[in-house]
């Protein structure tokens, strides 16, 4: 099987340096239309994906970025490893503005987001007690240090609706109450949804600011944002770009089995199930569903 990786950017991150053959292709989803075109190519001898959760231009929301469409997207290209690049505030202090976390936990406090590409009529349960892939984490990881980012390993990540920052109460709230280390708008429901459809997720959370809790750094400041987001971006271009030769163009079976969560997920007995789901399903969950 051939390796394929998926790449998901996140604010300031639109596009792949040095891919070969690149190509933008419009790639049709049953659960909608993604987020933008998604860029094809090979990066030394390796499929590259490429899709910005915002759409070039940034035109969608975090809480208008479809999802499921993404997701699915990516899976009808073959991709068999995603890579989440997203921005980020961070709830500590030595996880500082321009600084990298290999995230490794969740608590979503989304709300107005399809999370589940099953529903009635097709019932699945999944486990996301260890949402994202070690051994995706180890390569970013790598990655990051071999580019020079000061990178921190493990880290929880407070997903918000949004589109407005924390007020000073959340913020205190979500660093010291429920210990997490960063907060973010955008990899919920994206994990789940990539555990769904069997896919390796690692996420990559970029600092750009302290959030609304720090004393000496007051409200979130738009402007500090984005210019840390612009050294974040080539940061990340950077990971990104090593990624190819540490993983590899010839993958073997999940160590983790996130490649194989939907073995005993699905619930509806096979007489009892939607048509129309499973056909919706076909790249999803076309594994156990044939």
């Known amino acids: 099987m051939d390796t394929v990786i998926g790449v998901i950017g996140g604010s300031g991150v639109y596009e792949i340096d040095g891919l070969k053959e690149a190509r933008w292709i419009t790639v049709d989803s ?19 994906v490429f899709l910005p959760r915002h759409g070039r231009g940034h035109v969608h929301s975090p809480s208008t970025v479809p999802y499921r469409a993404n997701i699915d997207a990516l899976k009808r290209l073959g991709v068999t490893d995603v890579i989440s690049v997203s921005a980020c505030g961070s ?14 936990q969740f608590i979503d406090r989304t709300f107005a987001r399809e999370k589940s590409f099953f529903g009635t009529g097709l019932v699945a349960h999944v486990s996301v007690a260890h949402p994202t892939c070690p051994r ?34 959340e913020s205190k709230m979500y660093r ?3 210990g997490c280390d960063v907060i973010g708008m955008t990899n919920m429901p994206e994990a789940k949804l990539a555990r769904e459809a069997e896919l390796c997720y690692a996420s990559v959370a970029m600092i750009t600011d302290y959030d609304s ?14 210019a840390t987001l612009g050294a974040n971006s080539g940061n990340a271009k950077a990971l990104v770009g090593r990624l190819p030769a540490l ?19 699905i619930m509806t007995a096979p007489e009892k199930r939607d048509p129309d789901m499973v056909k919706a399903l076909s790249a999803v969950a076309g594994r156990v569903l044939e």
């Open 176 to 178: 010291e109450s429920w």
């Open 136 to 169: 995706l984490g180890d390569a970013c990881e790598i990655a990051a240090r071999d580019a020079g980012v000061t990178v921190h390993r493990g880290g929880t990540y407070l997903a918000m609706e949004g589109p407005q920052f924390s007020s000073l109460a």
């Open 91 to 104: 709830f500590r202090e030595e996880m500082a503005p321009g600084d990298f976390v290999i995230v490794d």
């Open 247 to 265: 993983l590899g163009a010839d993958r073997v079976p999940c160590p983790h089995g996130c490649d194989r969560a939907l073995e005993y997920a």
């Open 213 to 226: 809790w720090h004393p000496d750094h007051g409200a979130v400041d738009i402007n500090d944002i984005i």
């Open 30 to 48: 049953a659960f909608g239309v993604p987020s933008d075109q998604l860029l094809v190519g090979h990066l030394d001898g390796v499929k590259m």
